[in-house]
């Protein structure tokens, strides 16, 4: 007989005490933030599950790397340590240090940038795409179309679209700089990319002579997922899967935010020795010199830790059953999900589960309201309030899907904070009916979300 209980694979040596507010109180709190979660402090929320992002509890062995933390101005040895753990498994010759992800794409965008320059990915993320965007590139996602279906079954929903990349290539070769892959594809619910995808996305690159960057931020989530879920890899170390998956890349970005358990940081990381030394007269302007990036030394140490711990099974194994216990809880229950569930959150689909809200009173908004009010969960809408356009007339048109997100920080939460989730999200589902609609009473003129205001009913 083997024990089939999958335990958090870590004990607690440091706590943080969560505030445990009354339903009257957090209606009181909901009124004073204008009903927009990001206006909450963090000491009234009881679980946060807004991001995946920065949230992440460092292990006792990266805390001991912080005392240990070289703050020499150039040549710091935690800049070497930095470079030698992530070489272990992405042996790329050049590694950038900076503050976080979006540093190393706005270096990137900012040397490839020239009229008509297109960068095609499976999903672009917010930021990649606002960088591309502001350094005046166009953007173009060219996902599988069942990594747009919510309900679709597929184990690699992140997929890049082979035949659409294939002719993009074609048409658009001479403005194509390069090809990125978002690995997981996070935009897109945190789903995987196969390594047979990864593959033949290199093999077209290689065809038309471009080189192959990912954006990596979730790569040990997704080298999980190609162990479980891809033929031939079933018996092979999550090392050498992450290996693989970068002898396939000319460069990559990355947030260390996410899979390397930092509070922040980021890199960039290439071959190229002449577009490595433009990338380095990027970074002094705006992030620091060469082997700082835009960290303390203290930083790279405690990601030169992180790195490493992400792709230990145990831990993956945890991480990946943690989502899974939460989205399938909530099938069972009833309520509908975007399926498969990622690697880092779960994504319901208010439209579907509270089909008395039109689009335009934000159902995904009313369902984020209703849980931090029946709970103190925190979570993310991710539909009309934050993606609505508008038509020629000026009339908002609703975003595609109504999605909260309820994303899952790394190390922080145990399995019974897990089960009083979905403890809330059963009770909410007893008259969920009741759950009104909202309005937007005040907005800024862009990125509206952060700070809207809203009144529901
Ligand atoms: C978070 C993220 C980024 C941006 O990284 P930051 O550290 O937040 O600047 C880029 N791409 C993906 C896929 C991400 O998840």
Redesign the pocket.
Known sequence: MTIKTIIEPFRIKSVEPITLTTREQRADILKDAHFNLFNISSDDVIIDLLTD??TAAMSSAQWAAIMEGDESYAGSRSFLFFCESIRKLMPFKHIIPT???????RILAKIVAADGVRIPNNT?????RANFEDQGCIADNLVIAEGLSPIHEHPFKGNMDLAALESYLAVYNEHIPFVML??????GGGQPVSMANIRAVKALCGKSGKPLFL????FAENAYFIKQRESGYQDKSITTIVKEMFSYADGM??????DPFGN???WLALNDDALAEQCRNQLVITEGFPTYGGLAGRDLAALAVGVQEAVDEDYLAYRIRTIEYLGHALQALDIPIVSPVGG?AVFVDAKAWLPHIPALEYPGQALAIALYEIGGIRSCEIGSVMFASKDENGTEVAAPMELVRLAMPRRVYTQSHVDYVIECFAELAKSKESIKGCQITWQPERLRHFTAHFLQG
């Open positions: 992002s920065g503050h976080q992800g979006r540093a190393a794409e672009h993320f917010d930021t990649t978002t690995i997981t594809n996070n935009a954006d990596a931020c979730r970005t990355m947030s260390a935010k996410k922040i940081g980021g880092h």
